[in-house]
């Protein structure tokens, strides 16, 4: 059974950073695309950052880039979030996702975890 579980959400002030982890289970996505999700209550899940296969090209939401970090450690098939200079609009469940390259839809999904940034 493919798992993705995330950890390390919290409630921080404004300024503050968090650290998120999504640790996979069932299959090795060394090869995959890998991503962090957000939803904010009354808003539509949009896409934070991704790490894209193996070759580790990353991507990021214009409204994260220079303040949020995406990496990998396929040893412990693993991947992070680092979140510096959080704002309140950061709040939102996040959520890990993983899909084979060759899908275009995340296929697995994590369960999610609370962000909460207080101003």
């Known amino acids: 059974q493919v798992q993705l579980v995330e950890s390390g959400g919290g409630l921080v002030q404004a300024g503050g950073s968090l650290r998120l982890s999504c640790e996979g289970s069932?299959?090795?996505?060394?090869?995959?695309?890998m991503g962090w999700f957000r939803q904010a209550p009354g808003k539509e899940r949009e896409i934070v950052a991704a790490?894209?296969?193996?070759?580790?090209?990353?991507v990021y939401a214009n409204s994260v880039k220079g303040r949020f970090t995406i990496s990998r450690d396929n040893a412990k098939n693993t991947i992070y979030l680092q979140m510096n200079s959080l704002k309140p609009e950061d709040t939102a469940v996040y959520y890990c996702?993983?899909?084979?390259?060759?899908?275009?839809?995340?296929?697995?999904w994590g369960q999610g975890t609370q962000v909460t940034v207080s101003s």
């Open positions: 996702a993983a899909r084979r390259l060759a899908i275009q839809k995340y296929e697995y």
């Open positions: 069932g299959r090795t996505f060394s090869s995959d695309a």
């Open positions: 790490v894209i296969g193996s070759g580790g090209n990353t």
